[in-house]
């Protein structure tokens, strides 16, 4: 992709929708709202988010939400229910799916196993040991066996 100055005002305005994501993540967002924010139409957007990060910018927004949603559980002291409504999910089904496919269990499970697995741990080095692995993270770090 040539390197053009409406790409760079593109990519400018992506960072902002990024960056709000990541500041607003419990509110509630769409695409739409997003897109409006940065004088975008929600399919350019998606398509730009996409191709600029590599998930479009809903799978961007519930993986940050699950990144809190784990320090949330970690903490233990709330439900699975409640940390569910803190980070902005409006469905408990859809956060558990989303959470169990980021992570590999469930909250329930992960609420659990891991309260007790960063005591005593700076919250920067806990935040990169638990991070949630996407999908195309795993397949990019498999060795190639053949």
Do not use: W
Not at 37 to 65: C, D, I, K, N, W
Request: net charge positive; glycine share 6%; aromatic share 6%.
């Amino acid at each position: 992709m040539t390197t053009t100055p409406a790409n760079l005002h593109d990519l400018a305005r992506l960072r902002r929708v990024r960056d709000r994501i990541d500041r607003e993540y419990a509110e509630p967002l769409d695409v739409e709202a997003l897109a409006r924010g940065v004088q975008m139409s929600a399919g350019h957007l998606s398509r730009q988010f996409r191709a600029a990060y590599g998930e479009s910018p809903y799978a961007y927004l519930m993986t940050r939400r699950i990144e809190r949603a784990m320090a949330l559980l970690r903490r233990g002291d709330l439900s699975v229910t409640d940390v569910c409504f803190t980070v902005g999910c409006q469905s408990l089904g859809t956060f558990t799916t989303r959470f169990t496919e980021l992570v590999g269990m469930s909250p329930g499970v992960y609420k659990r196993r891991e309260s007790q697995a960063t005591a005593g741990m700076p919250s920067c080095v806990a935040r990169q040991v638990t991070r949630p692995i996407r999908n195309r993270e795993v397949s990019a770090g498999e060795p190639d066996l053949d």
